[in-house]
């Protein structure tokens, strides 16, 4: 069950409450358990949500989770808790979210370093609810965790309209906020691949290119400021481990240069990675990446995924090969793209240079005949360059038919003119006599071991 808490001080947050109220069929239910103020009262019940309304503002409200569920002594936890709220800034028309607490002091509501339960699956889901229901003009984005309440008693996210009187009052902002809620039906809290984001500003775009465009969600987001009001990460390690524990994740995206939070967060055990690191991983079980990054290079030393390491399974089997290094450098000159695709195609992960752009060995496969398909792919690469490409026992042969100066010069042509037509191909006349290009060509065989 979602949990929806709606808070009479917040007119945004009111007028979201209605459009919810308008766009599903909701059963009114009486709490004489609770004061209306505090939940209490008339709420609503429909399939997998219950919606409740409180006198205060949510970011003062603690433990809001108890409110939820039937009266009498036998109510049920929810399994995330939505709040949905105004945004205030100078954002224009927004559509935002957040997960709540406090890595330093305590300004508005929560206690000091405390942080409540994120949901990084949900609001991952969430963002993609919102780039499809915003309407015209408005942005959809995320924010660093900035405010209370530290204690909500599950997972728990705001989600917010913004960011001023227009839009608060805007019935097509709040019903696309309503929309985005409802999309939740069936969302899981957390996911298996979840990180913490250090760094950055309040508004955080880094975040949204890892939701959209990995399969990594993202919990609590401490941005620059909040770590200025955090402190030194090494007297603050305890505020740094509840981020790991309340976000469901043991891996760090660090903003900027950070050595004393990146020191800190090793000693406590989790890892800190790259934006690439998380979209290479992509797809990729981690136990795979563990033992190829042990066997081959690290992710930030240039080790790439091929297309068989997507659905492999953590313990996949396979072999660390070399490639024929002629033969490869051959093909890289010719057409660099067209030799990392057929290694990329065929490799469970291969190493790389020049900024990752160019394919290298060695490589994972997940069997020798996958290696000889990538030299086989390779030949084909030469093929554009050579007139004949021919496989024998340990070689590539590439035969090519080129014009050979020292034929020309023997039958007397001079150099010129005379000697670019016939590496054209066309035939040159000196005097009574004609040149067949023919007749100045020599055929080179060229041999790449593999």
Known sequence: MIAIVVSRADSASEHIGDRLLELADWEPREDDARPDGAGGGTYYRRDGFELRTFDDLHLEIEDVADAFGEPAGSR?????????????GETGPLLTAHFTGNFGPAEFGGTA???????PNAHAELLAAFDEHAPGGYEVGTECTHHGPSS???????????????????????????????????????????VVAFGGGHYAPRVERIVRETDWAVGHVAADWVLDAMGAPEANRDVLGRAFAASGADRAVVDGDRPELAAAIADLGYDVVSETWLRETTGVALGLVEALEADLASVAEGLRFGDPATGAGPDADYEVVGLPGKLLAEAQGIDPDAVREAVASRALAFETEQGASRAAGPVAVRATAHRDAIVDALADVLARKYDSIERSD??????????DPEKAETLGVPEGPAFGKLSAGETVTLGDREIDPEAVRTERVHEFPV
């Not at 936890?77 to 205030?88: A, G, M, W």
């Not at 340990?394 to 014009?403: N, Y």
Request: glycine share 10%.
């Open 76 to 88: 049920a936890t929810p399994d995330l808790l939505v709040f949905v709220s105004r945004h205030s």
């Open 113 to 119: 370093g405390g942080l409540a339960e994120a949901c």
């Open 152 to 194: 909500v008693g599950v997972p728990s996210m705001f989600v917010e309209l913004g960011s001023d009187e227009p839009q608060w009052d805007d019935p097509e902002g709040a019903r696309a906020v309503a929309r985005a809620v409802l999309d939740l039906e069936g969302v899981e809290p957390h996911r298996d691949r979840q």
């Open 394 to 403: 340990g070689a590539i042969l590439a035969r090519e038919v080129a014009f």
